[in-house]
């Protein structure tokens, strides 16, 4: 099996401009959880989905995040506009339940000027 | 909802010697404790897990203890090698809140040569 698969794996773009981050979970894995992490706040949930239905949203900072899963394969994170404050390393995983083992993937570490 | 305590924050030892890091948690309904090990530059990965039907678990040398009359598990490394040097986070399983899985704030482990 070949892991959470994220991309980009870094993405540095500038201020005002979208950006959309990747998840492909691991086949089978039925949960996807989102997370932030930063120095200063550690690692945050930003939102979670179960069987592709979003269940916990409230970890999203703003209305300029956005997530969807259109299928059990792939998952998008959306940043519109962003800001230089969501400079961060962005984690996808995923899990076989909503609280078995969580695997994380490689991460996206977004740089915002 | 869950609260993880984690401590220390930071912890140095010299190679060869023992390393422990507790956690404490709030939620008597919790019966899931995994451990991270997160090395610079790269993703969390599960090193162990202890699920509440036992007290202790090990893996070579690295081993796990659950108290969950007094909610505290903690994560024992012996003759500890510079390649453990890393961030490790624990985390307890939720039953209310907003997140399955709550994560403690992060050991930093320094194993000096």
């Known amino acids: 099996d070949a892991g959470v698969i994220q991309s980009p794996r870094h993405e540095v773009t500038e201020m005002g401009q979208e950006v959309t981050l990747r998840c492909k979970p691991i086949?089978?894995?039925?949960?996807l959880f989102w997370y932030r992490q930063t120095m200063m706040r550690g690692l945050e949930l930003l939102i979670y989905f179960n069987n592709n239905v979003p269940i916990d949203d409230s970890g999203m900072p703003e209305d300029r995040f956005s997530a969807k899963m259109p299928n059990a394969s792939f998952s998008t994170l959306k940043i519109q506009p962003s800001e230089p404050r969501d400079s961060a390393v962005y984690f996808c995983a995923s899990s076989r339940t909503e609280t078995d083992t969580q695997y994380f993937g490689p991460g996206t570490r977004l740089t915002v000027l | 909802g869950e609260n993880v305590e984690q401590h220390p924050s930071t912890l140095s030892v010299q190679e060869g010697d023992s390393a422990v890091i507790k956690c404490t948690y709030s939620?008597?309904?919790?019966?899931?404790f995994p451990w991270y090990k997160q090395e610079l530059g790269k993703r969390p990965q599960l090193i162990i897990d202890?699920?509440?039907?036992?007290g202790e678990k090990k893996d070579q040398r690295i081993a796990v203890t659950l108290n969950k009359t007094a909610k505290h598990f903690s994560l024992h490394i012996t003759e500890t090698q510079p390649e453990d040097s890393a961030v490790y986070f624990c985390?307890?399983?939720?039953?209310?809140?907003?997140?399955?899985?709550?994560f403690g704030k992060g050991t930093r482990l320094s194993v000096i040569a």
């Open positions: 086949s089978g894995h039925n949960s």
């Open positions: 939620d008597s309904a919790s019966n899931y």
């Open positions: 985390a307890a399983d939720a039953y209310s809140g907003n997140t399955p899985l709550v």
């Open positions: 202890i699920r509440s039907n036992v």
